[in-house]
T-cell receptor
Framework: SQTIHQWPATLVQPVGSPLSLECTVEGTSNPNLYWYRQAAGRGLQLLFYSVGIGQISSEVPQNLSASRPQDRQFILSSKKLLLSDSGFYLC?????????????FGDGTRLSIL | RKEVEQDPGPFNVPEGATVAFNCTYSNSASQSFFWYRQDCRKEPKLLMSVYSSGNEDGRFTAQLNRASQYISLLIRDSKLSDSATYLCVVGGVTGGFKTIFGAGTRLFVKA
């Protein structure tokens, strides 16, 4: 069966510090991968999605970036965090084939910026 | 107009009640529809896919009306454990990979 791992679960970072969140998927090949952010009490905002190694699409302009160095690895990064980057970051995967397939989420990373 | 709109909620219902969640979507080319459940401070989890013919899974029934661009979720005989936020999700626009999540409707089921 497929599993998705996301870490760390909780992170507290100062403003201006760098960020690296990692997500890996097991039990499937060539998945679509997604990064979302959820602000407190709000809906999910799609940040990036990837349909293959090195292929990243950005949905919103921001100081975040994403990379997919391996088929089942998706990384979310920032060089300098802003206060507004606080939130619940979720990685998700779906089988190949556009958005007709449901997405499955990792446990999420709760990021607080001080 | 938002791409996916849900009842703002919250809904407060007693155990055993029947609850209906409504959702509308703006893109008539959408092909796939889902309901997710999200517990407080947890990740969303797939509850059920929604098919054109409607589908049922135990106490949960989902309906799709393409003409009205409307999706519904019905929970019968609600349990305390049904308390969560229910997210309407729309995707599958031809050639696209974006899936749009509604803001969610919070449900509180009380004894």
């Amino acid at each position: 069966s497929q599993t998705i791992h996301q870490w760390p679960a909780t992170l507290v970072q100062p403003v201006g510090s760098p960020l690296s969140l990692e997500c890996t998927v097991e039990g499937t090949s060539n998945p679509n991968l997604y990064w979302y952010r959820q602000a407190a009490g709000r809906g999910l905002q799609l940040l990036f999605y990837s349909v293959g190694i090195g292929q990243i699409s950005s949905e919103v302009p921001q100081n975040l970036s994403a990379s997919r160095p391996q088929d089942r690895q998706f990384i979310l990064s920032s060089k300098k965090l802003l206060l507004s980057d606080s939130g619940f970051y979720l990685c998700a995967w779906s089988v190949t084939g556009g958005s007709n397939q449901p997405q499955h989420f990792g446990d999420g990373t709760r990021l607080s910026i001080l | 107009r938002k791409e996916v709109e849900q009842d703002p909620g919250p809904f407060n219902v007693p155990e055993g009640a029947t609850v209906a969640f409504n959702c509308t979507y703006s893109n008539s080319a959408s092909q796939s529809f889902f309901w997710y459940r999200q517990d407080c401070r947890k990740e969303p989890k797939l509850l059920m896919s929604v098919y054109s013919s409607g589908n049922e899974d135990g106490r949960f029934t989902a309906q799709l009306n393409r003409a009205s661009q409307y999706i519904s979720l019905l929970i019968r005989d609600s349990k305390l454990s049904d308390s969560a936020t229910y997210l309407c999700v729309v995707g599958g626009v031809t050639g696209g990979f974006k899936t749009i999540f509604g803001a969610g409707t919070r449900l509180f089921v009380k004894a």
